[in-house]
């Protein structure tokens, strides 16, 4: 993986602390000009990776970035899947039927679960999982996506239905299909590193919330260093800001200083916050490389 990821949520009206700044950001980046301005800034400073959920706009941006190979040459897309609020509101516009069909190339399927349940339809649960996959990973067709994060409202829902088989059928999928490496966000880091243990999924790339004030890190602060020193995963630590609660030098020198921690994620409005936020990682980080073990 690379070192520094840049997210998205800053672009669709996502802000964990405040509506008021939620909603400013969603008005001012309705235009898709506003939108690639600022990925442009990052790639200019250097950052390589967009990752980004499957929300229907980030196919605007496929689009861009396909049309200028040039100009993006060497960007990758670490997908996020699925964007829950799409199929939510096709629910809401279509009815339950006709949006299993909007998102599910196959017709038999569907069927299968009208005509006998859900009970009769479990054994193509792995067929519909793969299908729903492909479906979200149409969007980037050509692109680079060396890995592909399971979102985390999914995956902390199969851990509350112990569904965790699901895990392995996501993790398969992806490696065959696509080539790339499986990654798994979520709230309860502890829970998921037993479950992913649970059905042999090794050394996983999972992203959570890691940051000096425990900010939505389900288990606590202590349990999060214990777990990230000593499990064998591939930590992404997200909300490492405690989404603006921290300074962020102070943010960045928690998370960056911990040396198994392999990539971090972060979103910023402002080119200027963009620039400042690596420069802040590339110091630390060669401050820390510098210094023997």
Same mark, same amino acid.
């Given at each position: ?25 969603? $008005? ?145 999928? $992806?490696?065959?299909?696509?080539? +790339?490496?499986?990654?798994? %966000? ?78 971090? $994620?972060?979103? +910023?409005?402002? %080119?200027?916050? %963009? ?8 110091? %630390? ?9």
């Amino acid at each position: 993986m690379e070192r520094i990821l840049f997210g998205d949520n800053q672009f669709f009206g996502v802000n964990h602390m405040s509506e008021e700044k939620a909603r400013a950001q969603s $008005v001012r980046f309705s235009d898709m000009k506003a939108i690639l301005d600022v990925l442009d800034g990052a790639y200019d400073s250097g950052i390589r990776v967009f990752m980004c959920t499957t929300q229907d706009r980030v196919e605007e941006i496929c689009d861009h970035v396909r049309s200028n190979p040039a100009r993006y040459a060497g960007l990758q897309f670490y997908p996020c899947m699925p964007y829950a609020h799409k199929y939510a509101n096709a629910v809401t516009e279509h009815g339950l039927v006709n949006a299993m069909r909007k998102f599910m190339p196959s017709g038999n399927i569907v069927g299968t679960l009208m005509k006998g349940g859900l009970s009769l339809a479990r054994k193509d649960m792995k067929g519909m999982a793969e299908l729903l996959i492909d479906g979200e990973m149409k969007m980037f067709r050509g692109l680079e996506t060396p890995v592909i994060f399971l979102q985390n409202v999914v995956t902390d829902l199969i851990l509350g239905l112990g569904m965790h088989e699901a895990f392995s059928v996501f993790a398969d999928h $992806v490696r065959t299909k696509y080539k +790339a490496e499986p990654g798994f %966000i979520t709230m309860n880091l502890p829970r998921l590193l037993d479950a992913l243990d649970e059905v042999g999924v090794d050394n996983p790339i999972v992203c959570a919330s890691i940051n000096k004030l425990g900010f939505r890190m389900c288990g606590g602060l202590e349990a999060y260093e214990r777990i990230v020193g000593k499990r064998r995963f591939r930590p992404v630590a997200m909300s490492v800001f405690g989404s603006g609660a921290i300074a962020a030098r102070d943010a960045l020198e928690y998370v960056a200083g911990q040396e198994k921690i392999e990539a971090i $994620v972060f979103g +910023a409005s402002s %080119i200027e916050n %963009i620039r400042k936020t690596k420069a802040i990682i590339d110091d %630390i980080d060669r401050v820390r490389l510098a210094v023997p073990a």
